[in-house]
């Protein structure tokens, strides 16, 4: 089993789309969770820390739920600027042990 | 500067060259890694540094050799590469302890062995 699975690509929307990707991770002892995201050929860049009560950023929201050891993030409205690759990264101690999975590929389209 | 810079961008070598991938890091953070991207793979973890010790070595190859000789800088030595090693080679900083602030990564070196 990989230690932090998400959902296969490639994902297609249209503009103004709601759009929700999944991860599950396999460590129940994780600390810290994220969501990056990764523009073609340029480096991940953290998109929201993940916390226990859920939270929000503008049109994102990402929810945690320890017990089922899964994560989620909610894009709202999508905008052609969201296309990029998302990925799932979820830190095992001391916040210097990070798993990446292996992205969700989102693709708006106008 | 600020963040996490990386030298070079681009680097092409042939399998019998020796090559260093740079990587600095001005967020006073005490932590630096390397990470591996291949195409359609998730970023394998290669090594870690805490606190300018070495703390982990993912099993990588030993024609990878890192250096780490402050806390603010960090190498990648390479030596007889073999074409598959070719992929993008992230350099990640953090503040160990410090949980919910993540990493910052470097642009990245995109390596090419021929």
């Known amino acids: 089993r990989k230690e932090v699975e998400q959902d296969p690509g490639p994902f297609n929307v249209p503009e103004g789309a709601t759009v929700a990707f999944n991860c599950t991770y396999s460590n129940s002892a994780s600390q810290s969770f994220f969501w990056y995201r990764q523009d073609c050929r340029k480096e991940p860049k953290l998109l929201m820390s993940v916390y226990s009560s859920g939270n929000e950023d503008g049109r994102f929201t990402a929810q945690l739920n320890r017990a089922s050891q899964y994560i989620s993030l909610l894009i709202r409205d999508s905008k052609l600027s969201d296309s990029a690759t998302y990925l799932c990264?979820?830190?095992?101690?001391?916040?210097?042990?990070?798993?990446f999975g292996a992205g969700t590929r989102l693709t708006v389209k106008p | 500067e600020t963040g996490v810079t990386q030298t070079p961008r681009h680097l092409v070598m042939g399998m019998t060259n020796k090559k260093s991938l740079k990587c600095e890091q001005h967020?006073?953070?005490?932590?630096m890694y390397w990470y591996k991207q291949s195409a359609k793979k998730p970023l394998e973890l290669m090594f870690v540094?805490?606190?300018?010790?070495?703390?982990e070595n993912n099993s990588v190859p030993s024609r990878f050799s890192p250096e780490c000789p402050n806390s603010s800088h960090l190498f990648l030595h390479l030596h007889t590469l073999q074409p598959e090693d070719s992929a993008l080679y992230l350099c990640?900083?953090?503040?160990?302890?410090?949980?919910?602030?993540?990493?910052?990564f470097g642009s990245g070196t995109r390596l090419t062995v021929v």
């Open positions: 540094y805490s606190l300018e010790e070495r703390v």
């Open positions: 990264v979820v830190g095992e101690r001391n916040n210097n042990d990070m798993r």
């Open positions: 967020l006073g953070h005490n932590a």
């Open positions: 990640a900083s953090s503040q160990v302890s410090t949980a919910g602030y993540g990493y910052t």
